[in-house]
């Protein structure tokens, strides 16, 4: 029988798959499509000599430390996307685009060279080959007792010890039969959970040469008439700009979309011509429609949301029938919900709860770490935690700035002091994996580890030091002042920002607890 069965192969399943690799651990990973990726999906293109992403394009390294880590880990190569020239902007399906000054629209991402794909290929490669298991779509999760029972719809049945549902909140819901039946409240968190990017279409249009970058353009373009068909473009050219592509993503819903597809592809040539000249016209053309897509889209994700989707719902991150069931994904994230970034936070998260409940495994130590001390570690970590604090009102900034630049502008404070905590502690928990603890004899009272109150003791004054400086901050912000009741936050404004606060703090010292109980080879043997 089967330690630990993960269900999708996205960057979530990959990356646990690659931690329980790393720990000794053993697991199959079982995945509907006939390829790893999940809607990371970078596609060949003859024109352009090179692969063009279809799916996440994207990631910063400035918010998301996970990614940034991953990429140099996997000793990737990857590039600043170019925002470089003049923006277009199209508000008038009749008349000419207008170009505007240069804008930092990307606000510093970067592309792996290759596509994302490397990513997902480069994580593959290092766990062995017979434990993928490709077109193995999940109908049913049974709790047999001691173990699970997992149903797919080849007839194919599998047993393992604990199951690992790497999949979108509402895909599981919508398609997975549970017995016994999961709890309510955790039922109605998945519906209302929508899946990252599953109402969107992107197209990518190659061409033989970036003639936009000679005329002084970006290739970044906006088109906000009703007849848009691309509501955003930006240039999907490599590293060196000489292999060329524009991509965008549509502006139409999908039943719109559907509607319109045997015409669509002359409408996204007529798009990019009327934007950027009629020589754009003629690309070579790659499309990709996530809304039809059986294994990213249900139902409930027809209705595109207007803003980013507010993720974290503590009830996806439940362990479920005692310690046999987990739930996993991007959306799942108690940092950068939606985003890549996230995929790695919930995996980060599923390899510390499957720890807990998997027989112990003994892990050598770092070679060149051996002989620091657990009081060197806790050490190295205060310090960290020190350093952060001295920029912490910078991640602030950066954030509020994002928040008000966006269509959504309620409570701005509220979200950006929590999404900084929240990208702290994300970092923080990274932090706290790359260093060496000797987990022998350290001891467990109660389920709580002795060295979990001595890491977070390092963060004593931390959250009143934000809370201070972004106060003082936003009193004497020029840009709050236009935002009533955020230049000077009331009580009860205030009391809601804490407990928000306080619910990313418990979730933080669990997390941390969870690290160190799923390290400790006794509490996890008799687990």
């Not at 290739?219 to 240039?235: L, S, Y």
Request: net charge negative.
């Amino acid at each position: 029988m089967l330690e630990t069965v993960i269900v999708g192969g996205g960057l979530c399943g990959l990356s646990l798959a690659v931690a329980l690799q790393a720990q000794g651990r053993s697991f199959a990973l079982y995945e509907a499509r006939d390829r790893l990726g999940g809607r990371v999906l970078s596609v060949p293109s003859e024109k352009a000599s090179m692969r063009l992403d279809l799916g996440p394009t994207w990631y910063w390294p400035e918010t998301q430390p996970g990614m940034t880590k991953l990429v140099a880990d996997l000793g990737l190569i990857t590039f600043l996307q170019n925002d470089n020239g003049t923006v277009l902007r199209l508000h008038d399906h009749d008349k000419q685009p207008v170009p505007t000054e240069v804008e930092n629209v990307h606000a510093g991402a970067r592309r792996v060279e290759g596509g994302m794909a490397t990513v997902i290929e480069a994580l593959a490669a290092k766990i062995p080959a017979d434990t993928i298991h490709l077109g193995f779509a999940l109908k049913a999760v049974i709790d047999r007792g001691d173990h699970v029972e997992l149903h797919f719809r080849n007839d194919a049945v599998v047993e393992a010890r604990r199951v690992v549902l790497a999949m979108p909140p509402r895909i599981v819901e919508e398609h997975v039969r549970f017995e016994p039946s999961l709890p309510d409240n955790l039922i109605q968190a998945m519906q209302e959970t929508y899946t990252w990017m599953a109402g969107e279409a992107k197209g990518v249009l190659a061409y033989d040469k970036p003639g936009w970058r000679e005329e002084g353009r970006s290739g970044n373009a906006f088109v906000t008439h009703e007849q848009a068909v691309f509501g955003e473009i930006f240039d999907a050219c490599d590293a060196t700009g000489t292999r060329a592509a524009l991509g965008g993503f549509l502006a139409l819903a999908p039943a719109l979309r559907t509607s319109f597809a045997a015409g669509l592809p002359m409408l996204m040539g007529n798009q990019m011509g009327q934007v950027f000249g009629p020589q754009y016209e003629h690309g070579e053309q790659h499309y990709q429609d996530w809304a039809a897509e059986e294994f990213t889209a249900t139902r409930h994700d027809q209705i595109r949301p207007d803003d980013h989707p507010h993720y974290g719902n503590p009830f996806l991150r439940q362990v479920l029938w005692d310690g046999k069931l987990f739930l996993g994904g991007s959306e799942t994230a108690t940092y950068a919900g939606g985003y890549m970034e996230g995929a790695l936070d919930s995996a980060r998260r599923l390899a510390r709860d499957v720890g807990r409940f998997a027989p112990a495994v003994v892990v050598p130590l770092q070679p060149g770490k051996e002989g620091i001390s657990n009081v060197d570690s806790v050490a190295q970590f205060g310090q960290w935690v020190a350093n952060r604090q001295n920029n912490v009102l910078d991640t602030y900034r950066t954030t509020l700035n994002k928040l008000m630049a966006s269509p959504d502008k309620e409570i701005v404070t509220q979200r950006a002091m929590v999404a900084t905590v929240e990208q702290v502690f994300s970092e923080a928990l990274l932090q706290l994996e790359s260093l060496p603890f000797d987990m022998q004899g350290i001891a467990i009272d109660k389920g709580r580890s002795d060295l979990t109150p001595q890491i977070l003791k390092s963060f004593d004054g931390f959250i009143q030091f934000l809370i201070d400086a972004v106060i003082q901050y936003n009193r004497t912000s020029c840009a709050l002042s236009n935002f009533p009741g955020e230049d000077k936050p009331s009580k009860d404004y205030l009391q809601a920002i804490l407990r928000d606060i306080a619910a990313a703090w418990k979730e933080f010292c669990l997390s941390v607890n969870a690290y160190f109980v799923s390290k400790t080879p006794a509490v996890a043997a008799a687990s």
